[in-house]
């Protein structure tokens, strides 16, 4: 049983304590820390958690084996650095950073002090996403030709302006650190390197400083092609989409995670001309958030590397990258 301190007690913070607490024989909130504790007294004691005056306060404290970090995105790094400096063991909301030399050194710092970093790309517990990617490696799919995702919602709406949600510091390229870095996480866990990336983002809804409609174009390292929308001030949604040589398979809802329904359609090729009709199949319900969180407590314990130096989570982070340039230049840009 790994014993983790939660760092932001905000929205998620909150919502990833709910997820195991007293539920799991893996891992176990005992402590917090979070920027305005009296916000949080009631939620603390509810759930059995010491709070900690800061976050050195949690480092220093012999009792907790992992933090787990609901922090805003400019300082997930150096959160990470400091834990790995003082041996514990991290798991970091997404994005793992906002440039990927930053990721990266975080990453390495992990793998330099022998502690576990995990980062939250929750989706990859997704059991309609983790079907896609049997029916990719046993060859069903044959192969993937081009991907096409979007993850929508109305997030430009519900902060004021000022809050850190607004800061093109924290959430560069719109709707991307919020939500695009999840749909290039499993595009990246099913189609492998993204090499090249064209994009645009503007604000066209409202002015409070983030974009609100961003899309891209992607190449990826394989020669698979795709593409990803992400529109920060419309209703909720996500889709993803796998065209391979043999058929699609295609997730997505209106609430991203609860999603169990797979649809999969396949050709036949001794009848090429007959509209092969589509098959749905429903996956048990479960938390996807439980999930990461006893995978990363799991992999702690056992001393495993979870998220590497150069791992597809820094990668992440280096599309996120070139994204940035390619809005930048209006020009392609490499994934360094
Ligand atoms: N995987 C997912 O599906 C998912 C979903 C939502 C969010 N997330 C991620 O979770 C992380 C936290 O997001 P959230 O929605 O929980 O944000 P939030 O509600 O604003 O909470 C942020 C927390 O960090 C604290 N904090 C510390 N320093 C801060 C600073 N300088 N500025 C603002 N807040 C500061 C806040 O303290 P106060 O109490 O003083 O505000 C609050 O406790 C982000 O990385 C986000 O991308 C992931």
């Avoid at 209106?254 to 199949?281: A, F, M, S």
Wanted: glycine share 10%; hydrophobic share 40%.
């Amino acid at each position: 049983m790994i014993g983790a301190a939660i760092i932001g007690l905000g929205t998620w913070g909150q919502n990833l304590v709910r997820s195991v607490q007293g539920a799991s024989p893996h891992i176990q909130f005992t402590a917090a820390a979070t920027r305005t504790p009296d916000k949080a007294r009631d939620f603390a004691q509810t759930h059995g958690l010491r709070m900690l005056a800061d976050y050195e306060a949690v480092l220093a404290d012999p009792d907790v084996d992992a933090v787990v970090l609901a922090t805003p995105h400019s300082m997930h790094t150096d959160q990470i650095v400091a834990a790995a400096q003082a041996g514990k063991h991290v798991f970091s909301e997404k994005p793992l950073g906002l440039d990927a030399a930053s990721a990266q050194r975080a990453a390495q710092a992990c793998a330099d002090h022998g502690v576990t970093l995990g980062v939250g790309y929750n989706w990859r517990y997704q059991p309609a996403l983790q079907a896609i990617r049997r029916l990719i490696d046993d060859g069903t799919l044959g192969r993937v030709l081009h991907l096409e995702g979007n993850f929508c919602g109305p997030s430009a709406y519900r902060f004021p302006k000022g809050h850190w949600r607004h800061d093109t510091g924290e959430v560069p390229a719109g709707g991307m650190t919020g939500r695009g870095v999840h749909v290039i996480d499993a595009m990246l866990s099913l189609a492998g390197p993204i090499e090249q990336v064209t994009a645009q983002s503007f604000r066209l809804a409202q002015d409070f400083g983030v974009d609100d409609t961003t899309s891209m174009l992607l190449r990826f390292a394989s020669g698979a092609t795709g593409y990803l929308g992400t529109v920060i001030a419309t209703a909720e949604t996500w889709r993803l989409q796998v065209f391979g040589s043999n058929g699609w398979a295609e997730v997505g809802d209106v609430e991203h995670l609860t999603t169990w329904d797979l649809t999969t359609c396949l050709i036949d090729r001794d009848n090429i001309t007959v509209k092969q009709p589509p098959k749905v199949q429903t996956f048990a319900k479960t938390s996807t958030e439980r999930a990461e969180l006893e995978h990363f407590a799991q992999q702690a314990a056992a001393r495993q590397t979870l998220a590497a130096p150069g791992g597809d989570a820094v990668h992440n982070v280096a599309v996120l990258e070139a994204i940035l340039q390619s809005i930048a230049t209006q020009q392609s840009a490499r994934v360094s």
